[in-house]
């Protein structure tokens, strides 16, 4: 962040803090006149919303301290911690108005003073949190800060609290004064709710939690973008305070000179951190004799298809003998995928397998393909035609040839090791014959046919 848009933030950070702080004290001394439960509640919940931004307005200033001797990856973690602790104090607070509320019913019910005051600062509330809601998230989306508009965000919930605490209030003075407490209770309930919330996410920042597959799998394209990459695998993350450390293995010619590995490395490292949410990256250089990249991927594509398998099987209730094959071929692409996990660690260890000739970027295209199958065989609605026809693209021709070259050793003699290091995948001759079984369900001659091309391609030795 520039200096110029450090200011910015700063500056709509003290909007929001000045602003609720104003609404703290409006809707207080109206609601202590006034005797509201339900006006009290909500001004208390403007008071968490400063408290919050001068929490995270301070931890934001130490999370942006340089790295010292005592802290050598830098203070990120600072903003998480202060935001865990707002959030236990919005908690502790939510439970307090909730049985200040419940004591209100308990122990009888008192007629509101200044009804119009209150209601019209109420109606005050909602229009200063909108105002104030629209500015913050203009300033966030322009500045690109999370903290500013996950502010803008609690301003716009806060218009709703604000509303709740309305109604109570005005069914107070047409004449029915326990809805006043009901709407204290209810806001009391809305505070907790948010503090849970605003805490999980941050324990997971502070817990290191894994960012996810889809920022890992950028981190794995960045990193194979370099030039002399040739495998990525043992991609790891986990949050340091809101950004993320990662730790990645990649693989060089082992004929590479020790210097332009390192440099290899280091373009790794600088490509990964480009990426907005990574603040740095640990690089481990394996020098290979041959890339794990076409195991890898496909064993990527394995577990695609394993899922896309599941997803047929979930949405063929009514023919029990198809859901079993769709099953069976699911467990069979698992099974397959972790074969091709043993073998990625068998070629680190120095074997060989028949996977010179396949092409990684043919793999890539598949596997890209998979992920566009998987969302179609989600759908609702897709029929046992359809369903046989997604098989047809996932078990290709091309993909089981790829598949028995990489899990073949070029060593014909330490097959049998291979064997026993992963368990056998189901053959296709078994779910083929699964096949041709449930080719007599129904009659659907589209169906039938799409199943006896399955079963060829699966066991192309039946004839």
Same mark, same amino acid.
């Given at each position: 962040?520039?200096? @110029?848009?450090?200011?910015?933030?700063?500056?709509?950070?003290?909007?929001?803090?000045?602003?609720?702080?104003?609404?703290?004290?409006?809707?207080?001394?109206? !609601?202590?006149?006034?005797?509201? =439960?339900?006006?009290?509640?909500?001004?208390?919940?403007?008071?968490?919303?400063?408290?919050?931004?001068?929490?995270?307005?301070?931890?934001?200033?130490?999370?942006?301290?340089?790295?010292?001797?005592?802290?050598?990856?830098?203070?990120?973690?600072?903003?998480?911690?202060?935001?865990?602790?707002?959030?236990?104090?919005? *908690?502790?607070?939510?439970?307090?108005?909730?049985?200040? +509320?419940?004591?209100?019913?308990?122990?009888?019910?008192?007629?509101?003073?200044?009804?119009?005051? /209150?209601?019209?600062? $109420? $109606?005050?509330?909602?229009?200063?949190?909108?105002?104030?809601?629209?500015?913050?998230?203009? %300033?966030?989306?322009?500045?690109?800060?999370?903290?500013?508009?996950?502010?803008?965000?609690?301003?716009?919930?806060?218009?709703?609290?604000?509303?709740?605490?309305?109604? !109570?209030?005005?069914?107070?003075?047409?004449?029915?004064?326990?809805?006043?407490?009901?709407?204290?209770?209810?806001?009391?309930?809305?505070?907790?709710?948010?503090?849970?919330?605003?805490?999980?996410?941050?324990?997971?920042? =502070?817990?290191?939690?894994?960012?996810?597959?889809?920022?890992?799998?950028?981190? %794995?394209?960045? *990193?194979?973008?370099?030039?002399?990459?040739?495998?990525?695998?043992?991609?790891? !993350?986990?949050?340091?305070?809101?950004?993320?450390?990662?730790?990645?293995?990649?693989?060089?010619?082992?004929?590479?000179?020790?210097?332009?590995?390192?440099?290899?490395?280091?373009?790794?490292?600088?490509?990964?951190?480009? =990426?907005?949410?990574?603040?740095? +990256?640990?690089?481990?250089?394996?020098?290979?004799?041959?890339?794990? =990249?076409?195991?890898?991927?496909?064993?990527?594509?394995?577990?695609?298809? #394993?899922?896309?398998?599941?997803?047929?099987?979930?949405?063929?209730?009514?023919?029990?003998?198809?859901?079993?094959?769709?099953?069976?071929?699911?467990?069979?692409?698992?099974?397959? *995928?972790?074969?091709?996990?043993?073998?990625?660690?068998?070629?680190? /260890?120095?074997?060989?397998? +028949?996977?010179? @000739?396949?092409?990684?970027?043919?793999?890539?295209?598949?596997?890209?393909?998979?992920?566009?199958?998987? +969302?179609?065989?989600?759908?609702?609605?897709?029929?046992?035609?359809?369903?046989?026809?997604?098989?047809?693209?996932?078990?290709?021709?091309?993909?089981?040839?790829?598949?028995?070259?990489?899990?073949?050793?070029?060593?014909?003699?330490? /097959?049998? #090791?291979?064997?026993?290091?992963?368990?056998?995948?189901?053959?296709?001759?078994?779910?083929?014959?699964?096949?041709?079984?449930?080719?007599?369900?129904?009659?659907?001659?589209?169906? %039938?046919?799409?199943?006896?091309?399955?079963?060829?391609?699966?066991?192309? !030795?039946?004839?």
């Amino acid at each position: 962040m520039t200096a @110029e848009a450090d200011r910015a933030a700063r500056r709509a950070t003290r909007v929001g803090i000045v602003g609720n702080g104003l609404l703290f004290v409006v809707k207080g001394a109206v !609601g202590i006149v006034s005797g509201s =439960l339900a006006l009290l509640s909500d001004a208390l919940n403007s008071l968490v919303d400063v408290a919050a931004s001068v929490g995270i307005a301070y931890s934001v200033a130490v999370s942006r301290r340089a790295p010292d001797q005592g802290h050598p990856f830098g203070h990120q973690r600072a903003e998480p911690l202060a935001a865990l602790g707002v959030a236990i104090f919005t *908690a502790i607070l939510g439970v307090s108005v909730t049985r200040a +509320a419940v004591e209100r019913l308990a122990g009888g019910i008192e007629p509101i003073r200044a009804p119009g005051w /209150a209601l019209a600062t $109420l $109606l005050l509330s909602m229009l200063g949190n909108l105002i104030l809601s629209r500015y913050l998230r203009r %300033r966030g989306e322009a500045l690109d800060s999370p903290a500013i508009l996950a502010n803008a965000v609690e301003s716009e919930n806060d218009i709703w609290t604000s509303l709740a605490a309305l109604a !109570g209030v005005g069914a107070a003075v047409v004449g029915v004064p326990a809805l006043d407490a009901v709407a204290g209770a209810v806001v009391g309930i809305w505070i907790v709710v948010g503090g849970f919330r605003f805490g999980r996410r941050n324990i997971d920042y =502070l817990m290191g939690a894994s960012p996810g597959p889809k920022l890992l799998g950028e981190i %794995r394209e960045a *990193a194979l973008g370099v030039a002399g990459v040739q495998g990525v695998h043992d991609v790891r !993350g986990h949050y340091v305070g809101h950004h993320v450390h990662v730790e990645l293995h990649v693989e060089v010619d082992e004929e590479m000179r020790t210097r332009q590995s390192h440099d290899v490395g280091g373009g790794v490292r600088h490509a990964v951190e480009r =990426l907005p949410e990574i603040d740095r +990256a640990f690089v481990h250089v394996d020098p290979v004799l041959d890339s794990t =990249l076409v195991v890898e991927t496909l064993a990527a594509s394995e577990r695609l298809a #394993s899922r896309i398998f599941s997803e047929l099987a979930r949405g063929a209730d009514g023919r029990p003998a198809l859901a079993g094959v769709w099953e069976l071929l699911a467990t069979r692409a698992l099974a397959r *995928a972790d074969r091709l996990t043993v073998v990625r660690r068998l070629k680190g /260890a120095g074997w060989h397998f +028949a996977d010179a @000739e396949i092409q990684p970027d043919r793999l890539v295209g598949r596997k890209a393909r998979l992920e566009r199958i998987l +969302a179609r065989a989600g759908d609702t609605g897709v029929t046992p035609a359809e369903a046989a026809g997604i098989a047809l693209e996932v078990v290709e021709r091309d993909a089981e040839e790829d598949y028995r070259a990489a899990t073949t050793p070029l060593d014909g003699s330490l /097959a049998g #090791s291979l064997e026993r290091a992963s368990p056998p995948p189901p053959l296709g001759a078994v779910v083929a014959n699964r096949l041709r079984a449930a080719m007599d369900v129904g009659d659907d001659d589209g169906l %039938r046919e799409r199943l006896r091309r399955l079963a060829a391609r699966l066991d192309p !030795g039946s004839g």
